[in-house]
């Protein structure tokens, strides 16, 4: 059954350092996704990707915050100057078309700790 | 704001029994419904969605059911089984496109 593969599945970062968190979304999907969840809180989104561009993001989603797709297969969070409020879940999710019952596919997570 | 709330933290039933989790919505934008199991340290999983053109939708033992004029959905389990132990997340969104959780129900099946 195709997946969303993320890693690391654990990155431990100074703060103020760059992070860059890998996701492979699968691979026939178009709607490319970034959530997070801070310990103990909900799961909040961050940023959609389609096209090759950004369609929607949240509040969260600062200057500091940059999505990227290199290749045809992977897609990237970066985030330039890490703060300890950063330490969080991130999902990557991918999803085939937007619709009616089209439901996006969540990775495992990575494991930011900022310190 | 919390557009999607999940009013119960927590959720307790027995093995066999019904499960009912609740998820209430303010922004009536909102179109399509999910819900998401996770385990711990893993990502969520979709377990059932509704449009909202209808009020119920049934895929084996999971039933979800849209009330819009209360904008209220609930996911019934049954019967429910010490696997189905994990948090359940409702999500929403307008078109189909990013998702709005809620903070998520602790269902514990006990045997």
């Known amino acids: 059954e195709p997946e969303v593969t993320q890693t690391p599945s654990h990155q431990v970062t100074q703060m103020g350092q760059e992070v860059i968190l890998r996701c492979v979304p699968i691979?026939?999907?178009?709607?490319f996704y970034w959530y997070r969840q801070i310990l103990g809180q909900k799961v909040e989104f961050l940023v959609s990707f389609y096209n090759n561009e950004i369609s929607e993001k949240s509040e969260i989603f600062d200057d500091q915050f940059s999505v990227e797709r290199p290749d045809g297969s992977n897609f990237t969070l970066k985030i330039r100057s890490t703060k300890l409020e950063d330490s969080a879940m991130y999902f990557c999710?991918?999803?085939?078309?937007?619709?009616?019952?089209?439901?996006?596919?969540f990775g495992q997570g990575t494991r930011l700790t900022v310190v | 704001d919390q557009q999607v709330k999940q009013n119960s933290p927590s959720l307790s039933v027995q093995e066999g029994r019904i499960s009912i989790l609740n998820c209430d919505y303010t922004n009536s934008m909102f179109d399509y419904f999910l819900w998401y199991k996770k385990y711990p340290a893993e990502g969520p999983t979709f377990l059932i969605s509704?449009?909202?053109?209808?009020d119920k939708n049934e895929d084996g033992r999971f039933t979800v059911f849209l009330n819009k004029s209360a904008k209220h959905l609930s996911l019934h389990i049954v019967p429910s089984q010490p696997g189905d132990s994990a948090v359940y997340f409702c999500?929403?969104?307008?078109?189909?496109?990013?998702?709005?959780f809620g903070s998520g129900t602790q269902l514990t099946v006990l045997p």
């Open positions: 509704i449009s909202s053109i209808k």
């Open positions: 999710a991918s999803s085939g078309e937007v619709g009616w019952n089209t439901e996006a596919f």
């Open positions: 999500a929403a969104t307008p078109s189909a496109r990013q998702l709005t």
């Open positions: 691979s026939n999907h178009l709607y």
